[in-house]
């Protein structure tokens, strides 16, 4: 399991990793969610459609980094009609790269 990142204030807002927030005994209001991956993105649809107010934050200028253009933007579209917020920070180092294919690591 990934460590949750070392931002600043992030251990007095008592952060969940994954497993965490499927472990929960009630329904959070709003959901912030770092990252666009897999894990990320079904965890964001999910807590969406069960009701909370659900807001990904993310590096990189599309969801699901590693997939074609063309399915991350199906899956942006599906987060805009289901009214989840999507905020991206700078580029990812991956996409810093000329030519470098991110479904290659």
């Given at each position: 399991?990934?460590?949750i990142p070392a931002i600043p204030g992030m251990a007095t807002?008592?952060?969940l990793t994954h497993v965490g927030a499927l472990e929960?005994?009630?329904l959070p209001a709003h959901l912030v969610v770092l990252g666009g991956g897999y894990v990320g993105v079904e965890l964001a649809q999910a807590f969406r459609r069960f009701g909370s107010k659900v807001t990904v934050v993310q590096h990189g200028s599309q969801l699901?980094?590693?997939e074609d253009g063309d399915v991350a933007e199906a899956v942006q579209t599906i987060f805009e009609?289901?009214?989840i917020e999507r905020h991206q920070e700078r580029p990812h180092p991956r996409e810093l790269v000329p030519d470098s294919d991110p479904r290659a690591d």
């Open positions: 399991m990934l460590p807002s008592e952060p929960l005994g009630h699901l980094l590693r009609q289901d009214g």
